[in-house]
C-alpha cells in the first residue's frame, strides 16, 4: 500500500504536531514501520525486521485470530460496562482462573498506567495508608501517581525529586546490588532493606499503603528477584498494615514460560494482593486490568465512590482479551517460550565465554537480559558500546533495545511466536559484532577453558548453568574472573537518550 507521505514528511510533521518529549527509536534515522507479521515489522521501503522487543505484540503482530475477534465484535456493538455483557464476565472468569484462587475480582482499564494508579488507589484505601515502597531503577507509569513511585524516572528531575511518602528500597540486583551472587542468602538480605525502611517510616509517626514491585525488573535493567524475596517482604508489609502490588505489565502472560505469571516464580507460597497487568493482555489493543482480592474490593466500595471507566470492559475489547489467551493456549506460547528462551540464554552464554564484553547473562523463557561491560572484574558498564550495539543490529535489520540504569543491559523480550532460527540468527550477529568491535578497540577476546570453568556461575544445585531442558532462571556472570582485559581506547561518541520499551 503506497503510503500518504515520504520518511521524510513524516518526520517534519511529528516534529511540527508531536510533543518533543515523545521520542523515538534510532533518533538520527528513525524507522518508517508500516505492517506487522509475527515477530516481524516492515518498514515504508519493504524491509523486513526482526523484533526482538515488543512485548504489546504478544502473540505475535497482526494475529489473524485476534483481528478476526475485534472485527466481529466491533460489527456487533462496543459500549460501557454498566450494561450487562457475557464478554465481560467470560473474561473475566478466563482472566482470573490463570491466578491464584483468592485473586479472583477484576477492574478494567486501559493502560499499565491506569492499572497501577487504581492499584495504588485499592492499597490506600484498604488501611488508610498513605506510604509506598517501591524499588530503586522502577518504573510503574507515566501519570503523576505513578512517576512520584518511579525512581527510573523521578530521578532524572534531580535530587530533591523523591516525595515524603516514598520509599526506595535496593533493587533485588545479584549482579549490580548491594547483594550479590557471593551472598549466602540474598533474597532474606534485600527483604531486610525494606523491614528496615518499614521500621524508619514508622518511627517517624508515617504508616505504609504498600510494597509496589515489577515481579521482574525490565527498565531496571531485566533484573530476576532471588527466590523467597517477595515473600518475606510481604511478610513485612503486611504486618505493617501495607498490601503487595505485583507489576506484571511488562512481563506477565506467559513470557517466562514455566508460568502464567512471573510472581510465580517465587513459589507456589507468595501471592500478591494485588496484580497489574497491561501491554501484552491486548496484543496492541489499549487495555489493562487489576485483580485482586474479594475483601480489598469490598474495602474501596466501602468508601462510597462508585468507580467508573468509560472504555475498560467493553465487549470488544474483553472479546480481544479472549483471544489472546486462546492463541497463548492453541499456540502453546508458553511452552515455546520455555524452548526458545532456554535455547537463547545457551547460545548467549557462548557470547559470554568468549567476549570480554559480555559481563551477565540473565532471563528466564523469552525475558532475557545481557550486560555489557568494559570490565569484567569492575563490572564497569559498557554504555556506549550498548547503544553502538544496538545501531549496528538495526543495520542488520535487527530491533533491540538497550536499558538499565546505565543503558548498558540489552533487552530481548519478543513477540512470542519468536522461533529457535530467530535466537540463532541474532546471536550470531551479535557475535560477528562484538568481535568487530572489540578487534577495533583493541579488547583481548582470549579465554581460556579453566578460565571459562571458573567464572560460570553454580546454580543451587550446585551445577553449571542449565543446559536447554531446563526450566530455572539463568544467571551467568563473570564474579571469579580473574581476566585482564585490555580497556578500549576508542569509544563509538553516541548519543545516549534513554527511551523506555
Known amino acids: 500500500m503506497e503510503e500518504r507521505y515520504s520518511k521524510a514528511e513524516t518526520l517534519a510533521l511529528r516534529r511540527k504536531h508531536i510533543g518533543p518529549s515523545c521520542k523515538v527509536f534510532f533518533a538520527k534515522d528513525p524507522l518508517k514501520i508500516v505492517r506487522g507479521q509475527g515477530q516481524y515489522m516492515f518498514d515504508d521501503k519493504g524491509e523486513k525486521y ?14 489473524p485470530y485476534v483481528i478476526k475477534a475485534a472485527t466481529k465484535q466491533m460489527e456487533l456493538l462496543n459500549t460501557n460496562s454498566r450494561f450487562l455483557h457475557d464478554n465481560l464476565v467470560q473474561y473475566a472468569q478466563r482472566l482470573t482462573a490463570t491466578l491464584p484462587e483468592k485473586l479472583s475480582v477484576c477492574y478494567f482499564v486501559n493502560s499499565g498506567s491506569e492499572a497501577n494508579d487504581l492499584a495504588l488507589r485499592l492499597a490506600r484505601q484498604y488501611h488508610g495508608h498513605q506510604d509506598v515502597i517501591t524499588l530503586e531503577n522502577a518504573y510503574h507509569g507515566h501519570v503523576t501517581s505513578l512517576i512520584d513511585i518511579s525512581p527510573y524516572k523521578f530521578n532524572q528531575l534531580g535530587k530533591d525529586s523523591k516525595k515524603e511518602f516514598v520509599h526506595v528500597a535496593p533493587s533485588p540486583d545479584i549482579y549490580r546490588g548491594k547483594y550479590r551472587e557471593d551472598h549466602p542468602d540474598p533474597a532474606s538480605a534485600y527483604a531486610e532493606e525494606v523491614k528496615k525502611i518499614i521500621e524508619e ?12 514491585a515489577e515481579s521482574m525488573q525490565s527498565c531496571g535493567g531485566q533484573v530476576i528477584p532471588p527466590v523467597g524475596y517477595f515473600q518475606k517482604v510481604a511478610e513485612y508489609v503486611r504486618a505493617a498494615g501495607g ?36 501491554k501484552p493482555i491486548g496484543n ?38 479472549l483471544a489472546v489467551l486462546e492463541v497463548i493456549e492453541k499456540e502453546d506460547l508458553q511452552g515455546n517460550a520455555t524452548r526458545v528462551g532456554n535455547y537463547l540464554l545457551e547460545l548467549l552464554a557462548e557470547q559470554k565465554e568468549k567476549h570480554p564484553l559480555v559481563g551477565d547473562i540473565r532471563g528466564i523463557g523469552l525475558f532475557v537480559g545481557v550486560d555489557l561491560v568494559k570490565d569484567q572484574q569492575k563490572r564497569t558498564p559498557a554504555t556506549a558500546e550498548a547503544l553502538h550495539l544496538i545501531y549496528k543490529l538495526k543495520e542488520h535489520q535487527i530491533l533491540l533495545s538497550a536499558d538499565g540504569p546505565h543503558r548498558n543491559i540489552l533487552k530481548f523480550k519478543p513477540p512470542m511466536c519468536f522461533t529457535m532460527e530467530d535466537a540463532k540468527h541474532v546471536v550470531e550477529t551479535i557475535d560477528a559484532l562484538l568481535t568487530e568491535m572489540e578487534e577495533a578497540t583493541g579488547m583481548k577476546t582470549e579465554n581460556n577453558a579453566s578460565t571459562n570453568a571458573q567464572c560460570k556461575r553454580k546454580t543451587t544445585e550446585g551445577s553449571s548453568q542449565p543446559e536447554g531442558a531446563n526450566e530455572s532462571i539463568g544467571h551467568m556472570n563473570g564474579a571469579a574472573c580473574r581476566q585482564e582485559n585490555g580497556l578500549y581506547s576508542k569509544k563509538p561518541s553516541l548519543s545516549s537518550k534513554r527511551i523506555r520499551t
Open 50 to 63: 526482526l523484533d526482538c522487543i515488543n512485548n504489546v505484540a504478544h502473540v505475535g503482530h497482526s494475529h
Open 201 to 212: 517510616t514508622q518511627k517517624n509517626g508515617r504508616k505504609i499503603a504498600a510494597f509496589i
Open 243 to 278: 498490601l503487595f502490588i505485583a507489576d506484571e505489565v511488562q512481563v506477565g502472560f506467559g513470557r517466562v514460560g514455566k508460568h502464567f505469571w512471573a510472581f510465580q516464580l517465587q513459589g507456589e507460597d507468595f501471592v500478591p494482593d494485588i496484580v497489574t497487568m497491561g
Open 284 to 321: 496492541g489493543h489499549p487495555m489493562s486490568c487489576v485483580v485482586t482480592t474479594r475483601e480489598i474490593a469490598e474495602s474501596f466500595g466501602a468508601s462510597g465512590m462508585e468507580y467508573f471507566n468509560t472504555f475498560g470492559g467493553n465487549p470488544v475489547s474483553c472479546a480481544i482479551g
